[in-house]
């Protein structure tokens, strides 16, 4: 195997690695939360608040820094910032073990150091992809990133959970795992063969020409409205996570943080199993069934907001060994995954498609800006909603109608190409 090629599979490993960390971490900084509900220390209120905070710490630097994490791995060796990205995160834990000491506001700050780590670690990761790989296996090698990426999200979430749980009276165990995952990923980085810098790119060109051609896909009626559509799904996304905890333990009466985790879980199997099917059903660019999977989900939405006064979707329940489930609820989070894979997939995959070429790459820069945005906003409904006393089931129905809004304004004109092709 050539050195270069053999970067690939240190990245996959490393790649996994550090996204199962920046999950794991979350999932014990919020998984504290529980037991202090549980022992009277934080009203419901409270909960929530802190969980939407801790929660949004991740999506500031991808917002604040998207500019600048774009010059960096475009002018330094990605390599570089692969390390630098889980130095960052390292750091970031060893911050949050201080909050033991002297007090919660250091987890945020750990936290957010976390963030930053992310932002400057996300470009490299698919930008060292053309660096490492000839041309023919780069589709295969972007889906294999994601995949591994997913998987890292689902598994760091019940890792951290279950970490939440088993040390919830040391949670300096917890942080040292987590310090483990990180340290593991970097030293896998510094095993790299470093890749080439790119000394012509300059701040000012790279920046301004990032910003010109976001403005160009504002002012594209197709491209905008897939745009929208897509950082539409990762405002329900983000909502939902930070909801789960509140609904879980409140609503449903879940144990621990364990079981809270298993929602994401059904939810995401559900993402799949219509990522899947949108992929093999619908042609690329056919986008007429878009607002149908949107108001699909809108009312699946409003469905888990009936959960809490309509008792019959709160049995039979399974209980196996550890696992507490609630059949209908696990049915009802699985549909609700079902209808936004359906809408997301044709979205991604005509946005994909119809753009530029040669301007690919800053597509999807200004797509994952959009997209932590709209988590952003995610985060502020869900805080507002506490603010108005609004429950998190009601958070549910909050979401479903700004859902239903958006997707009846999101129409999306018809691709000239695709049309005479029919």
Not at 108 to 134: D, F, R
Not at 150 to 158: E, Q, S
Not at 192 to 212: G, L, Y
Not at 286 to 299: C, E, N, P, Q, Y
Request: charged share 10%.
């Amino acid at each position: 195997m050539k050195p270069a090629q053999r970067n690939y599979p240190i990245l996959l490993t490393s790649q996994f690695l550090s996204a199962l960390g920046d999950n794991a971490i979350l999932a014990v900084i919020v998984g504290q939360l529980t037991y202090l509900q549980k022992a009277g220390a934080l009203t419901e209120a409270q909960l929530r608040t802190h969980n939407t905070v801790y929660t949004s710490l991740l999506f500031v630097p991808f917002i604040v820094l998207a500019p600048i994490a774009g010059f960096l791995n475009d002018r330094y060796p990605k390599t570089a910032w692969l390390a630098g990205g889980n130095g960052l995160k390292v750091i970031g834990t060893l911050l949050c073990t201080l909050s033991i000491a002297f007090g919660p506001i250091w987890q945020g700050i750990g936290y957010l150091m976390v963030g930053v780590g992310a932002c400057v670690y996300g470009p490299a990761k698919y930008g060292i992809l053309p660096e490492i790989l000839p041309k023919n296996r780069l589709v295969r090698a972007n889906g294999m990133v994601e995949l591994l990426t997913l998987v890292a999200i689902l598994g760091g979430g019940i890792v951290g959970s279950v970490m939440a749980d088993r040390w919830k009276d040391s949670v300096l165990t917890s942080y040292g795992v987590v310090m483990g995952i990180y340290l593991g990923s970097l030293l896998l980085n510094v095993m790299m063969q470093q890749t080439p810098a790119n000394p012509t790119v300059h701040w000012k060109t790279n920046v301004s020409t990032f910003w010109e051609h976001a403005q160009q896909l504002a002012k594209a009626p197709r491209l905008s409205r897939m745009l929208l559509g897509t950082g539409l799904f990762w405002v329900c996304g983000a909502a939902m996570k930070i909801n789960f905890q509140p609904w879980g333990l409140n609503v449903l009466r879940l144990p621990d943080n364990t079981q809270i985790a298993l929602l994401g879980l059904w939810l995401s199997v559900g993402v799949m199993v219509g990522s899947i099917l949108a992929g093999q059903w619908f042609q690329i660019g056919d986008l007429r069934r878009t607002r149908f999977f949107g108001f699909s989900l809108g009312a699946t939405l409003a469905l888990l907001f009936s959960v809490e006064p309509l008792e019959f979707w709160r049995h039979p329940v399974i209980q196996a060994g550890p696992l507490h489930l609630v059949v209908p609820v696990v049915g009802l989070l699985i549909g609700t995954g079902i209808a936004a894979g359906f809408f997301l997939i044709p979205l991604n995959a005509a946005l994909q498609s119809e753009s530029d070429p040669g301007k690919l790459g800053k597509t999807i820069a200004v797509q994952n800006l959009v997209d932590n945005i709209g988590m952003s906003c995610a985060s502020l409904l869900c805080l507002i909603s506490v603010k108005a006393g609004i429950s998190a089931s009601g958070v549910f129905l909050v979401l479903a109608a700004v859902t239903i809004a958006i997707v009846f304004f999101l129409r999306i004109p018809a691709n000239p190409s695709h049309a005479q092709s029919r």
